[in-house]
């Protein structure tokens, strides 16, 4: 098929690669402006820019696709049979998205009806689940509410972090998109329940503070969400400490306040939480500095027993 590609995450790397793997002709990829990374704020192109020109696409960087006419003339020369979405970033008009005969498909991080939005891995994970998958739906106008073509699901793994996991949906999802294309023809496109949604908004830098007035297994939870974005953190000394992994323990016997250092050890930082509840800090990454074991990060006195975080 002649595809026009719309991605810019890593996660979305699989799935394009699996297109071009598969002889998949992909014309075009669209992806976000390069935007500024890192300490120096260099201007640093998406993922799928760099892959795409790697491989002979050529890109389109549109600041504001559903403002951008110039956009819509460039799709509608190429006369793709479809348009394949992968984490791209913007809401894409129907003018677009209605333009190929196939018209266009996206491949969602969960479950739907459930997680719709912007970070479905992160909520998963924040809310507990078991399991979750990928389900590739026709895309209309509203966020995540087209019929859905297909739908793998898979368990969450006890220890697995939001990019570990995200990973893995993006592998499953790359081999689900070609299984898809290959039936197209043939699948029957089945409405969503929408009174069994539920949301997934965009997650923002500073929701990753951690409340230690809550129970150490929603620590654990969010702790897991956000690693290794946009990060989980909590506050010591006035500096901020990002908290890369660690557990909830079973004990609920300590009785002191939220936040608390009960103990150090080589096993990691136990910290009390909500109902004597503790979570136990395995690694961390102070601010400006690498990340290292909690304990290594106690030695010489910079954390000990008794000091309180947040």
């Known amino acids: 098929?002649?595809?026009?590609?719309?991605?810019?995450?890593?996660?979305?790397?699989?799935?394009?690669?699996?297109?071009?793997?598969?002889?998949?002709?992909?014309?075009?990829?669209?992806?976000?402006?390069?935007?500024?990374?890192g300490r120096g704020k260099k201007l640093t192109p998406s993922p799928v820019k760099t892959f795409a020109l790697d491989h002979g696409i050529p890109?389109?960087?549109?600041?504001?696709?559903?403002?951008d006419p110039a956009a819509l003339e460039l799709l509608q020369s190429i006369r793709a049979d479809i348009h394949v979405v992968v984490a791209y970033g913007q809401i894409i008009p129907a003018a677009i998205t209605d333009l190929p005969a196939y018209r266009s498909i996206n491949v969602h991080f969960s479950l739907l009806p459930r997680y719709r939005g912007a970070s479905p891995v992160q909520a998963a994970l924040?809310?507990?689940?078991?399991?979750?998958?990928?389900t590739i739906f026709r895309l209309n106008e509203r966020?995540?509410?087209?019929?859905?073509?297909?739908?793998?699901?898979?368990?969450?793994?006890?220890?697995?972090?939001?990019?570990?996991l995200e990973t893995r949906l993006a592998l499953i999802g790359a081999d689900l998109l070609i299984d898809t294309l290959a039936r197209i023809d043939s699948i029957v496109p089945v409405p969503q329940d929408h009174a069994a949604a539920t949301s997934?908004?965009?997650?923002?830098?500073?929701?990753g503070k951690l409340a230690w007035a809550t129970e150490a297994a929603v620590i654990n939870r969010k702790v897991r969400a956000f690693t290794p974005r946009p990060s989980a953190f909590t506050f010591f000394k006035?500096?901020?400490?990002?908290?890369?992994?660690?557990?909830?323990?079973?004990?609920?016997?300590?009785?002191?306040?939220?936040?608390?250092?009960?103990a150090v050890a080589k096993d990691g930082l136990d910290?009390?939480?909500k109902d004597g509840t503790i979570y136990r800090i395995h690694s961390l990454q102070p601010e400006s500095k690498t990340a290292m074991d909690a304990h290594a990060y106690s030695l010489n006195g910079r954390i000990k027993p008794g000091d309180l975080l947040g």
Do not use: W, Y
Not at 10 to 22: D, G, Q, R, Y
Not at 202 to 207: A, H, L, S, V
């Open 143 to 164: 966020m995540d509410e087209g019929d859905v073509l297909s739908m793998v699901g898979t368990a969450i793994l006890p220890e697995e972090n939001g990019g570990e």
């Open 59 to 67: 890109v389109s960087q549109p600041e504001r696709i559903r403002k």
């Open 200 to 207: 997934a908004p965009k997650i923002q830098k500073e929701d």
């Open 126 to 134: 924040l809310n507990g689940e078991k399991k979750t998958g990928v």
């Open 238 to 262: 006035g500096q901020r400490l990002i908290i890369l992994k660690g557990r909830a323990l079973e004990s609920t016997t300590a009785e002191d306040a939220p936040g608390r250092i009960l």
């Open 271 to 273: 910290v009390c939480c």
């Open 1 to 37: 098929m002649r595809i026009v590609f719309f991605g810019s995450p890593e996660a979305a790397l699989p799935s394009l690669a699996k297109l071009l793997e598969a002889g998949h002709a992909v014309a075009l990829a669209i992806t976000q402006p390069d935007r500024p990374f």
